[in-house]
């Protein structure tokens, strides 16, 4: 059963465009919710995270959607650069330890210049 | 360098070889995680340290797996008998103590090639 979903599995945006990746989970118990940026032949590396008090946050280019009725996230990524292209992970963690986040299957982003 | 060092970077092994490989977390962290990432998919959590104390292990985790944190500081992730499908990218994490949700940083990973 896989608890995270993500779509969409790879996305081509425009330099200067928005790109947006979804995620829905099932278990109600999760209250963090992170983006990771993984390049290749890197470790994931933490973007931007949520909890769920808040329907919105924002860091400089990155913005986290947040609804808790449908349990759905999202991540947006305003005025997109090539360095963007990477692959992005949402997961999630409940118990509030952060040590056993449950991934999505990640979207492949590539921004053409 | 100050973050997550994994090593080796790469290994390839025979069927049947046994493998170990090395973590070394962020000095001061006390939390350290080991997931394992197929290609195409997202990391999958299997076990968690915290200081010496492994606290959890994912069913993931098959008998062939240990994983030790013998003084709290650096672990290693042994698989005895290597099987084909144990290929993967082996990642370590680690995060401090205390606040929840935690930032855990990833180190670049160990990619095993099981042929």
């Known amino acids: 059963q896989q608890q995270v979903k993500q779509s969409p599995q790879s996305l081509i945006v425009q330099k200067g465009g928005i790109s947006i990746i979804n995620c829905a989970y099932e278990n109600t118990a999760f209250d963090y919710f992170p983006w990771y940026q993984q390049f290749p032949g890197k470790g994931p590396a933490l973007l931007i995270a949520i909890r769920p008090d808040v329907s919105e946050k924002k860091e400089g280019r990155f913005t986290i959607s947040f609804n808790k009725s449908a349990k759905q996230f999202s991540l947006h990524i305003m005025d997109s650069q090539p360095g963007d292209s990477a692959t992005y992970f949402c997961?999630?963690?409940?118990?509030?330890?952060?040590?056993?986040?449950?991934f999505g299957k990640g979207t492949l982003l590539t921004v053409n210049p | 360098d100050t973050g997550v060092s994994q090593n080796p970077r790469h290994k390839i092994t025979k069927r049947g070889q046994n493998v170990t490989f090395r973590c070394d977390p962020i000095s001061e962290h006390n939390r350290l995680y080991w997931y394992r990432q197929t290609l195409g998919q997202g990391p999958e959590f299997l076990t968690y340290f915290q200081n010496e104390a492994q606290l959890e292990k994912s069913r993931l985790l098959s008998d062939r797996f240990s994983a030790e944190r013998p003084k709290g500081s650096f672990s290693t992730l042994e698989i005895q008998r290597t099987e084909q499908g144990d290929s993967a990218m082996y990642l370590c994490?680690?995060?401090?103590?205390?606040?929840?949700?935690?930032?855990?940083?990833f180190g670049q990973g160990t990619r095993l090639t099981v042929v």
């Open positions: 994490a680690s995060s401090l103590p205390g606040a929840a949700n935690t930032e855990a940083f």
């Open positions: 997961a999630a963690d409940s118990g509030g330890s952060n040590y056993k986040l449950t």
